[in-house]
């Protein structure tokens, strides 16, 4: 595997380069902010100088490149293999489309012999990523499926999704990868910490949340939130709620978007189904990073060659670390070695398996989730 990074100011400009030939590219991964992006030009040079490559990619709440969060507006990585091989498959949709029949048919549209592993970009405003989810697990392949929800900042008003043409919404892309050689594994750990009593959802509708307990939900919120209610909802990303269907399955988080004082409801990132437990979340640094660590454990490293690190992590973890959110990275190579070259964004959404059930993917939030790619050779 050769790797080639890019920034992008206006033009593009090398960072590292390594593929000598760039019409060998099978891919190039693209993360920026949602202005740049859009730009035509942006992805018309991009594809000028890998004009073979699969360009994929998607708007950011930040955007990583190797260890560090770029200052650049937008940056890219060139992938050439050995041996392996993508396909990308893309959907455009309307408002009020079925997300989960949609997602279905789009990972189907990908040829399904010797698939891997999928990652998937996708809108992250206009998409119920738990419908999106679904879909995908509808399928029902013998493939892993990571991705994420593209950002917008933190803004949370319009996202963007590059698809083999300049980045435009209500899109969601995915990649298919393909290989005998290929070794594909993912990560994906939180590190928040739980605080008050476990509730049970009473009222919600899809990824709104009305009553906990039979009482209204914002205001059930805003007794544990203390002062920072008054801050709400931006503050809500430092108070995501833990979910699960009882005590025997699986936690994942949901991240407050917006509330709504007429109804005392609040919006998350994600569905929030009735008769689940829920529990409230609260920070602690350290621990966020060491759950960056964590994720990074559950990859399994073959080999000290060149690979590569697809990192989608959450806008609420970058709103909490704040300064410190490159040491998040930096402990993840510290685990994976420096062989490992990172590459992603701070999303609106995060996509992985659980560890015990690696072909049925899950949506995140708050969670550091990896996807690492290496080559036997």
Not at 27 to 48: H, R, Y
Not at 297 to 323: F, K, M, P, W, Y
């Amino acid at each position: 595997m050769k790797l080639d990074t890019l920034k992008f100011d206006g033009e593009w400009e090398y960072i590292q380069h390594h593929i000598s030939n760039p019409e060998q590219a099978a891919i190039v991964f693209v993360f920026g902010d949602s202005e740049t992006l859009q730009a035509g030009k942006t992805f018309l040079a991009l594809k000028a100088m890998y004009p073979q490559a699969e360009i994929v990619g998607a708007s950011s709440s930040g955007h990583i490149l190797g260890t560090e969060l770029s200052s650049a507006p937008v940056v890219a990585t060139a992938v050439k293999f050995s041996k392996g091989s993508v396909a990308v498959a893309t959907l455009h949709f309307q408002a009020g489309d079925d997300i989960q029949t949609l997602s279905k048919d789009l990972i189907g549209q990908l040829p399904q012999e010797k698939l891997k592993h999928v990652f998937v970009l996708s809108d992250g405003t206009n998409v119920n990523g738990s419908a999106l989810v679904r879909g995908i697990n509808d399928l029902g392949g013998a493939f892993s499926v990571s991705g994420g929800m593209a950002g917008d900042g933190d803004r949370f008003v319009k996202t963007w999704v590059v698809a083999n043409a300049p980045a435009t919404d209500f899109c969601i892309t995915a990649v298919g990868f393909y290989g005998d050689d290929l070794e594909i594994s993912t990560g994906c750990y939180a590190g928040w910490s739980p605080f008050g009593a476990n509730r049970i959802i009473t009222k919600s509708d899809a990824n709104v949340l009305y009553e906990l307990d039979g009482k209204p939900a914002l205001e059930l919120y805003k007794t544990y939130l203390g002062d920072f209610a008054k801050d709400l909802p931006l503050s809500g990303l430092r108070f995501p709620l833990n979910i699960r269907a009882n005590e025997n399955e699986p936690e994942v988080i949901r991240t407050l978007l917006s509330i709504d004082e007429k109804t005392q409801s609040i919006t998350f990132a994600g569905d929030v189904p009735e008769g689940y437990m829920a529990r409230l979340m609260k920070p602690n640094i350290d621990d966020l990073i060491d759950g960056a660590g964590l994720a990074a454990e559950d990859i399994r490293n073959i080999n000290h060659n060149t690979a590569l690190g697809l990192v989608v992590s959450c806008v609420g973890r970058r709103a909490v670390i704040q300064q410190m959110i490159e040491e998040e990275l930096d402990v993840i190579e510290d685990v994976l070695g420096s062989n490992v070259f990172l590459t992603g964004f701070y999303s609106y959404g995060e996509i992985a398996p659980f560890k015990a059930t690696p072909h049925r993917c899950e949506l995140h939030n708050q969670t550091m989730t990896l996807t690492a790619i290496y080559e036997r050779v």
